[in-house]
């Protein structure tokens, strides 16, 4: 079967997300399709449309992206075929953007001229504002975006309102049709060039290691890409990770049963979300994140999985990948 | 200390939590204020504003709300004093609001009367619209909304944009202010009283046993509330549930240490959730509820917080309360 050289990801063209799906495929030649949510870049994937998905996972202030665990869970038994071949990491470098009040205004309100504030010396969080940012009414942001710029948004914008929205790059374009300019955005750097937008103040988020990691995702069995840099084999067992999803027992103490299993095997356990089952309400799904890797033959990993088969109701394999960080 | 009467909820007036609220307190005669944000609710108990909180904290089809889980495992050290001192379970029943089209123009969109859409014995999703909704271009809704109502969107309302808003009260609101009348809201009935909207559809959540389950929150040693419900002690250490929040040394093996402590002395856990610990990226809060109580003395509970404080590197208690499901 012929399958287009298409790379699925979570648009509008400019995300963070279109950042890292450049990031890994942009030497191989492929076509980047923006996708307008996590779950369309999934369904692109499992019926043929991309080769490759890419979506967020994880963000090192706010944690993991549930709706990804959750189609990688697969509940609805929508997605049998996909899995984890791959992870990025990318910056997050939040910018607030809008459009500045007029010089005059501006020098009026904060009673002293925008360069002052723009001292580089002056004491504060990072990110303070290039101008007066007292004309300010609205907000727009990803909802994610608000943890992540707490103390700027509580030191300089408090107060004023919220609007949440499905990408930081649909903020920009909220922001930028406001024509009273009483709006902004918290958003990326190339948001400003696409939307036509002024950087009020730039890294605004509250820690400059600010990251948000990707999974590359592909059908089980696919073609490999053998030139992706995060495909790659290399290094020992304890370069990779594997993912699972398990579901347990209706009895007391199932589930610490099973992640004894992991114990048992030597394998070290680097994340574990509680999610909604799906099947009952309070029945739950664990999606678990361990250091390995699948390919040996009767590894751990292997040998994990096949006692885990006994304790639990159903555990669903989500793939392996080599470690980027 | 005369800390005054009252419940600091998460609002407006008419949100689910209000309603969790009032089942809780109604009947002690408390005064009821409602809170712009969850983090607003921590901020009234933890500053004697309100002598008891009220925060979601779980959805039966989204599961957990990390946004009450992170404060109260308190990255940042501002709620000290904060613990979960009982729960509650509301019923949650959305509805599509808005406002239905002309009679004549519905009828010659949809090809049929309003009424034959509206028969109770037409297959399809549960929630089928009452009325035509063919002209509706905007919907919005709280995030969490959209994944308990996916079965009737992709029904319905497919390729409708959607705009995310911070409670499904707001997203009313909205609707109610789109006097072009094609924006439509999920939000509760209650709400369509409030902002005088149309019922075009209800009941249209995934699932019928959707609850969300509410956290009561007070600070440690707070006056007891012995009237409420949900906070009378009663049954077996069966009938409760606990909460602690710990981070793990940073060497392999230290989540599957942890854990194992709770095997040695035969505690059920029931939820883990893996969270950003605020120190460093990539570095981890556990936040861990299970089965006990710690009020006895010696009991297993105490042994098992005791061993713990030997391989983890930090552990929070956050409470236990009665189990009300």
Known sequence: MNIPNKVAYLGPVGTYTHQAALNAYEEEG???????????????VQNDIAIRGVVPVENSTNGA???TLDLLADIQGRYPDIVVCGEVYFDV?????GRSATRTESEWTSGRS????????AAGPKGTPRVSIKHIKRLYSHPQAWGQCTLFLDT???GVERVDTTSTSRAAELTASDSTGTSAAISSLSAAHVHGLEILAEGIQEKNDNKTRFFLIKKQNAQPSPFARP???????DDYKSLVALTVRDRPGSLVEALAVFRDHDINLTSIQTRPSGTAPWNYTFVIEFVGLRAVQGGSVNR????LGDVVEHVKW???WHKES
């Open 30 to 44: 492929f076509q980047f399709e923006p996708q307008v949510e996590i779950k369309s870049v999934f369904d692109a």
């Open 65 to 67: 992206v549930m709706a």
């Open 93 to 97: 470098r939040h910018c607030l953007l």
């Open 114 to 121: 925008p360069q002052t504030v723009n001292d580089p010396n």
């Open 156 to 158: 300089f914008l408090t």
């Open 231 to 237: 495909e790659q084999s290399h290094g020992t067992k």
């Open 304 to 307: 994990a999985l096949a006692d």
């Open 318 to 320: 989500l793939g392996c």
